[in-house]
């Protein structure tokens, strides 16, 4: 397996605040870019080539991975000038691939944090002889995702999107976003529109008879589509519950990168995340939450499970569980913001204005 795709287009769009000015796979999350993370996993299942599909703020990529020789990668970058959807834009970068028809071509999507056995899926591709490989995980609720049933052999007999009712639900198998497509199967995907592969493409495969085979791993896996999500998800690097050779640094209750300044009284624990020339101030508790470059917590602040952006301010004695700070925000001193709340970027909340927020 020398080669990969990485479809890392998307808008981020329930992710906002944090995507407004970096695209999601560029926040951080323990400490660098999650698309890092990916990368780095990929190099170390031997991929050699990667090709990111890109489309919002398509111009950030390139600058920060360059060739991808810092990784020990071959990296391309391919923009796409309207959204295609997944198959879309998996058809749209196919022409930089280097595989033949029959070779295999790893796809990733730019937002699960996962412990995939890659190379076991690659393996598992090539010892079934399957047209696609996908991997397969169990959820307790399975109403969000699509379903992939499989037979005793592990091959797919069917895709179920977004099942409501118990008669729909025949099993707790899930789609997980990580795939292996023989390159011809690729080169087949129609051209100049959009495509969804879990729409049309997979189901239009199997009703034409090909071979579609299922690798179920329920290691970690997580969704990084929402705030809280990519807050956990950041925390579990941090913590070694999510592995990653990328984490810059050990595993451990925080992570405080090099140029931040945390006052000796300060707590940081859950994994929690100081970003690069971030200030904490005296008595501050911070459990769980990233706190991004640049920004500032003063003191006595009590922060849980939320996600400060870059270059915000938190002021003296504010309270944030499960808060969203956008880039350049100041919240001023006692403030209390709870569970969903999200102030906007560059927002000013002046001292003690919102004493609670519900979800929002």
């Given at each position: 397996?020398?080669?990969?795709?990485?479809?890392?287009g998307?808008?981020?769009?329930?992710?906002?605040?944090?995507?407004?000015?970096?695209?999601?796979?560029?926040?951080?999350?323990?400490?660098?870019?999650?698309?890092?993370?990916?990368?780095?996993?990929?190099?170390?299942?031997?991929?050699?080539?990667?090709?990111?599909?890109?489309?919002?703020?398509?111009?950030?990529?390139?600058?920060?991975f360059?060739?991808?020789?810092?990784?020990?990668?071959?990296?391309?970058?391919?923009?796409?000038?309207?959204?295609?959807?997944?198959?879309?834009?998996?058809?749209?970068?196919?022409?930089?691939?280097?595989?033949?028809?029959?070779?295999?071509?790893?796809?990733?999507?730019?937002?699960?944090?996962?412990?995939?056995?890659?190379?076991?899926?690659?393996?598992?591709?090539?010892?079934?002889?399957?047209?696609?490989?996908?991997?397969?995980?169990?959820?307790?609720?399975?109403?969000?995702?699509?379903?992939?049933?499989?037979?005793?052999?592990?091959?797919?007999?069917?895709?179920?999107?977004?099942?409501?009712?118990?008669?729909?639900?025949?099993?707790?198998?899930?789609?997980?976003?990580?795939?292996?497509?023989?390159?011809?199967?690729?080169?087949?995907i129609?051209?100049?529109?959009?495509?969804s592969?879990?729409?049309?493409?997979?189901?239009?495969?199997?009703a034409?008879g090909?071979?579609?085979?299922?690798?179920?791993?329920?290691?970690?896996?997580?969704?990084?589509?929402?705030?809280?999500?990519?807050?956990?998800?950041?925390?579990?690097?941090?913590?070694?519950?999510?592995?990653?050779?990328?984490?810059?640094?050990?595993?451990?209750?925080?992570?405080?990168?090099?140029?931040?300044?945390?006052a000796?009284?300060?707590?940081?624990?859950?994994?929690?995340?100081?970003?690069?020339?971030?200030?904490?101030?005296?008595?501050?508790?911070?459990?769980?939450?990233?706190?991004?470059?640049?920004?500032?917590i003063?003191?006595?602040?009590?922060?849980?499970?939320?996600?400060?952006?870059?270059?915000?301010?938190?002021?003296?004695?504010?309270?944030?569980?499960?808060?969203?700070?956008?880039?350049g925000?100041?919240?001023?001193?006692?403030?209390?913001?709870?569970?969903?709340?999200?102030?906007?970027?560059?927002a000013?909340?002046?001292?003690?204005?919102?004493?609670?927020?519900?979800?929002?």
């Amino acid at each position: 397996m020398t080669e990969a795709i990485l479809l890392v287009g998307g808008k981020g769009t329930r992710l906002r605040p944090l995507t407004v000015n970096t695209p999601k796979p560029m926040v951080p999350a323990a400490g660098v870019p999650f698309l890092t993370h990916q990368l780095a996993r990929a190099r170390a299942a031997g991929v050699e080539h990667v090709v990111l599909a890109t489309s919002y703020l398509a111009e950030v990529f390139e600058p920060h991975f360059g060739d991808g020789s810092s990784l020990g990668l071959s990296l391309e970058y391919v923009t796409e000038e309207e959204p295609l959807g997944t198959g879309g834009a998996i058809r749209n970068v196919a022409s930089r691939l280097h595989s033949g028809p029959d070779d295999p071509v790893l796809v990733f999507n730019g937002d699960i944090l996962t412990g995939l056995d890659i190379r076991a899926l690659v393996a598992t591709h090539a010892d079934s002889g399957a047209d696609v490989s996908l991997h397969l995980t169990r959820v307790d609720d399975p109403r969000a995702f699509g379903l992939v049933p499989t037979d005793p052999t592990g091959r797919v007999t069917a895709f179920l999107e977004k099942p409501q009712t118990p008669e729909e639900i025949v099993t707790d198998q899930i789609n997980a976003g990580a795939y292996v497509f023989r390159r011809s199967v690729i080169d087949s995907i129609p051209t100049g529109r959009p495509v969804s592969v879990e729409r049309e493409t997979f189901p239009e495969l199997l009703a034409s008879g090909a071979h579609l085979q299922g690798l179920v791993d329920s290691t970690y896996w997580l969704d990084l589509g929402t705030p809280q999500a990519f807050v956990r998800g950041s925390a579990d690097l941090v913590l070694g519950h999510a592995p990653s050779p990328a984490v810059p640094g050990r595993c451990g209750d925080r992570l405080v990168l090099p140029t931040a300044r945390v006052a000796p009284d300060a707590k940081l624990t859950g994994g929690t995340v100081v970003g690069a020339g971030a200030v904490i101030g005296e008595g501050a508790r911070i459990t769980g939450s990233t706190v991004h470059a640049g920004a500032v917590i003063e003191p006595g602040a009590l922060i849980t499970d939320s996600l400060i952006g870059a270059g915000a301010r938190i002021g003296a004695r504010a309270v944030l569980t499960g808060a969203v700070i956008g880039d350049g925000a100041h919240v001023g001193p006692d403030n209390e913001l709870h569970e969903g709340i999200r102030i906007w970027c560059n927002a000013v909340l002046p001292p003690g204005s919102v004493r609670f927020s519900s979800d929002q």
